[in-house]
């Protein structure tokens, strides 16, 4: 399927690995220029150039910290200058601690705030003048099946990433007319990095191994099996591709079944 995305300018943050790289991988695979940042800057310029070894197409790499808005500033400034445009926004960050609420802080709620809802808030309040100008955007933000269905021990996450999405559904009504799609994609349990520290801290809460940690998550998914980045990745693409120009406001969720609700 010709996804449209030829020479588009994405910007898809926290991508030096995860769920981030991976839709960095498929947009580049269609052939997309990538702007990517990441707080790590060892790793996120192996990540750009290995991407650009596989795929041709042009990578900017740039360090930033998207709890800090300066970062973010800079980040947005340097990809202007650079490319003079950001036609894909896509927003990503790792996960706030596990936690209980009277387990955690005033800080870590605050730390989580700026982490999980006002990076999205800042970044698109960045890219959206020129896509509404340009008549053509894509909003994507990375959240999780937390913020349909909460999962225990993970309160920050359940009540920040549901406020990104009712951020998401509001804004895609008001920029819907000018050809700006605003979605949200929700990852399920997927073999990433971030999966397994959670096993960790399930295990050593239980006392059990990480990996029978990971194995009551598997017995929980009909799919009976973690996902894959890739398998995340794929649909991502196509919600930032010209081929879902009439797809807005709606968080999809890839859990390989895990969401119980009907809608």
């Given at each position: ?9 994405a910007?898809v943050c926290?991508a030096s690995?995860?769920?981030?790289k991976?839709v960095?991988?498929?947009?580049a ?7 990517l940042?990441a707080?790590?800057?060892e790793?996120?310029?192996q990540?750009c150039?290995e991407?650009?070894?596989k795929?041709g197409?042009?990578v ?7 709890t800090?808005?300066s970062?973010?500033?800079?980040l947005?400034?340097?990809s202007i200058?650079t ?6 926004l896509v927003?990503n960050v790792?996960?706030?601690?596990a936690g209980?609420f009277?387990n955690l802080?005033?800080e870590n709620w ?6 999980l809802?006002?990076s ?6 960045l890219?959206?003048p ?7 955007g894509r909003?994507?933000n990375?959240?999780s099946?937390?913020?349909?269905q ?12 549901a406020a ?6 509001t804004?895609?009504d008001?920029v819907a007319?000018f050809g ?8 399920g ?6 999966v397994?520290?959670l096993?960790?801290v399930i295990a ?5 191994t990480?990996?029978?940690?990971q194995?009551k ?7 009976k099996r ?5 398998e ?8 930032v ?11 999809i ?7 119980r609700?009907?809608f």
């Amino acid at each position: 399927m010709e996804l449209g995305l030829q020479n588009k300018v994405a910007l898809v943050c926290a991508a030096s690995r995860g769920l981030g790289k991976a839709v960095a991988e498929e947009l580049a695979n269609e052939g997309a220029t990538l702007i990517l940042c990441a707080r790590d800057s060892e790793i996120l310029n192996q990540t750009c150039e290995e991407i650009r070894q596989k795929s041709g197409v042009e990578v900017l790499g740039i360090t930033a910290d998207l709890t800090n808005t300066s970062d973010i500033e800079k980040l947005y400034k340097e990809s202007i200058e650079t490319f003079g445009r950001i036609d894909i926004l896509v927003t990503n960050v790792g996960g706030p601690p596990a936690g209980t609420f009277e387990n955690l802080s005033r800080e870590n709620w605050s730390d989580a705030t700026q982490l999980l809802l006002t990076s999205v808030l800042d970044l698109t309040r960045l890219v959206l003048p020129q896509m509404k100008e340009r008549q053509w955007g894509r909003i994507l933000n990375i959240t999780s099946i937390a913020s349909k269905q909460p999962v225990e021990n993970l309160i920050l996450s359940n009540s920040l990433r549901a406020a990104v999405t009712g951020f998401a559904k509001t804004l895609a009504d008001e920029v819907a007319p000018f050809g700006v799609t605003v979605n949200n994609i929700l990852p399920g349990y997927t073999r990433t990095e971030r999966v397994e520290q959670l096993a960790k801290v399930i295990a050593e809460k239980e006392g059990i191994t990480p990996e029978e940690a990971q194995s009551k998550w598997t017995n929980q998914i009909p799919m009976k099996r973690l996902g894959e980045p890739h398998e995340f990745a794929a649909l991502a693409a196509f919600l930032v591709s010209e081929r879902a120009s009439y797809i807005t406001g709606s968080s999809i969720a890839v859990d390989g079944g895990w969401i119980r609700s009907l809608f």
